[in-house]
């Protein structure tokens, strides 16, 4: 194992890593190649990450890998990245369950093309049972269309009687996100030196740590990951309190 994984403490590693993976055109464009043989290229990274995910024992990871807006790409683009997501999780399917590792998908699966719908459920189904590392794709995702989708089922609980005003909080918001059942990200990764959400996770990244890397998705490996942790693991999270409190409560712990 590399220094950098060694000097990760693993009493203080992010339950929840969320990536987005960026920078797949402009890495095939820099070689002279068309868009697609970069998301090509990104798959290998995917696979790498993963695996590096499990190995440490970080309990979530959920990658952004199609936004709601990115169906507004050429055709050709979207059909290729459809393709190759059907035939990356045909193909690694296997391997994710040999890893104990659970497959989930958040996003308007509506939207997807019912051959890619498919393999997705077959996918979610075959790894239903394993209790490693909860991989989470979202998928034709996006926060706002997320917490659209929220308030519209809150509103029909209202009209149906099962749900008051006044008691929905903070949990029944939760509860109606794509998101319930896994934690809030504690580390949000952004490849490909954009400094932008784009649309990821609106609600949950409420206090994640932002991590940003020139790296393209592509040439993003365990390495930059170990980077990435142990830069989480040297701030001070505060939420909301003063430094001082904050020192004063890791005494006590
Ligand atoms: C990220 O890479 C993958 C998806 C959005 C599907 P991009 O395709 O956005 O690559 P750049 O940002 O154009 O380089
Ligand atoms: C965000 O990347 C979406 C994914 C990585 C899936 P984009 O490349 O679509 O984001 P913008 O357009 O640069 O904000
Ligand atoms: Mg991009």
Request: proline share 2%; with cysteine.
């Amino acid at each position: 194992m590399s220094d950098l994984h060694d000097k990760i403490d693993k009493e203080k590693l992010p339950r929840h890593i969320a990536i987005i993976m960026d920078g797949n055109g402009r890495w095939a464009k820099e070689k002279g190649e068309d868009r697609l043989f970069g998301h090509f290229h990104g798959v290998e990274s995917v696979r790498n990450i993963v695996e590096g995910c499990a190995e440490l024992g970080v309990e979530y990871l959920t990658l952004y890998a199609f936004s709601t807006e990115n169906w507004d790409r050429p055709e050709y683009e979207v059909v290729g990245l459809m393709e190759l997501l059907v035939s990356t999780i045909h193909k690694e399917v296997e391997s994710l369950n040999k890893n104990n590792i659970r497959l989930h998908v958040i996003g308007d699966m509506s939207m997807l093309p019912a051959y890619a719908r498919k393999e997705l459920e077959e996918a979610l189904e075959f790894t239903a049972h394993n209790t490693g590392l909860n991989l989470i794709m979202a998928l034709s995702y996006s926060g706002r269309w997320e917490l659209l989708n929220a308030v519209k089922h809150i509103a029909y609980e209202v009209k149906q009687g099962r749900l008051k005003v006044e008691e929905i909080d903070q949990d029944t918001l939760q509860r109606f996100l794509c998101t319930s059942g896994f934690p809030d990200p504690e580390l949000m990764i952004r490849t490909s030196g954009e400094y932008r959400i784009s649309n990821f996770l609106l609600y949950q990244l409420a206090y994640a740590e932002l991590y940003f890397t020139n790296v393209r998705w592509p040439d993003f490996r365990k390495e930059n990951l170990y980077e990435a942790i142990l830069d989480y693991q040297s701030r001070e999270r505060r939420f909301g309190k003063t430094g001082e409190q904050v020192a004063t409560q890791s005494l006590g712990e």
